[in-house]
């Protein structure tokens, strides 16, 4: 999934930002944020408003069109 988020970063530059959470029990601040989200499983994608408001989360592995749905969505 590395490189398919990687690519999309690139191609949304600076209209989107994305954020990724190493959840593997090292970074608390992570394992946190994670918990109030309600992550469980990864890869997670949470789309967020500039704002904060959660607009959509989704478990699993997700193909390119998938994730550029849910950003589009964002705009």
């Known amino acids: 999934m590395k490189p398919l988020v990687e690519g999309l970063e ?10 990724r959470l190493n959840v593997d029990g090292t970074d608390a601040a992570a394992l946190a944020l994670a918990d109030k989200l ?3 499983y990864v890869p997670t994608f949470v789309y967020a408003t500039k ?5 959509k989360q989704v478990v699993g592995e997700q193909t390119t069109q998938q994730l550029q ?3 589009d969505a964002l705009k």
């Open 51 to 55: 704002d904060g408001v959660i607009s």
């Open 38 to 40: 309600g992550v469980q």
């Open 10 to 19: 690139k191609q949304y530059g600076g209209a989107v930002e994305f954020r």
């Open 69 to 71: 749905s849910g950003l």
